[in-house]
T-cell receptor, first 115, second 113 residues
């Protein structure tokens, strides 16, 4: 009965390939996020959607394209994968827009390895 | 933009000792300061948070203090236990209409029995 679930858990692929990571939350939250955690464990926000609307778009290469078909789902598609894309990608959600600071619920992460 | 610095990067203590992790932030508009714990191979989980209208908050063995003037906040863990071993992240955000948490670089805490 996982609150925020993402698939796959592990993704190993070759440079130049295109891959997608899926995320779903069953908490009824309005906002979903993608965070990237690099090899040094640094957590950095990439995107945020509130009720299917993109509200945060950090300086991320346009090879990364998020899609939110509904407020319970946020997917991340990555084109032309590069070695530097290797990281753990976390999906997260929060109840509201988080305007006044609120708890993030993280998924279990997708470890992406680009060879 | 906001920048959050966190120290130390690693911290080793004996079981039963106290542990303190410190963070500084750059944007005086920041008003929400959560702490997340990430066990090895697991997801980050919120353990405590504090808002700028409060100077200190406690929850059993953990406490967070905030000094707005100096723009720093700290996590205090007392009577540490081996299960406290994890990476701890501080973060900061401000009211912008949506939440954009900026995380610190993390502190790896190792509690030895």
């Amino acid at each position: 009965d996982t609150a925020v679930s993402q698939t796959p858990k592990y993704l190993v692929t070759q440079m130049g390939n295109d891959k997608s990571i899926k995320c779903e939350q069953n908490l009824g939250h309005d906002t979903m996020y993608w965070y990237k955690q690099d090899s040094k464990k640094f957590l950095k926000i990439m995107f945020s959607y509130n009720n299917k609307e993109l509200i945060i778009n950090e300086t991320v290469p346009n090879r990364f394209s998020p899609k939110s078909p509904d407020k319970a789902h946020l997917n991340l598609h990555i084109n032309s994968l590069e070695l530097g894309d290797s990281a753990v990608y976390f999906c997260a959600s929060s109840q509201d827009s988080g305007a006044h600071g609120e708890k993030l619920f993280f998924g279990s992460g997708t470890q992406l390895s680009v060879l | 933009g906001e920048n959050v610095e966190q120290h130390p990067s690693t911290l080793s203590v004996q079981e039963g000792d106290s542990a303190v992790i410190k963070c500084t932030y750059s944007d005086s508009a920041s008003n929400y300061f959560p702490w997340y714990k990430q066990e090895l191979g697991k997801r980050p989980q919120l353990i405590i948070d504090i808002r700028s209208n409060v100077g200190e908050k406690k929850d059993q063995r953990i406490a967070v203090t905030l000094n707005k003037t100096a723009k720093h906040f700290s996590l205090h863990i007392t009577e540490t236990q081996p299960e406290d071993s994890a990476v701890y992240f501080c973060a900061a955000s401000w009211d912008t209409g949506f939440q954009k948490l900026v995380f610190g670089t993390g502190t790896r805490l190792l509690v030895s029995p």
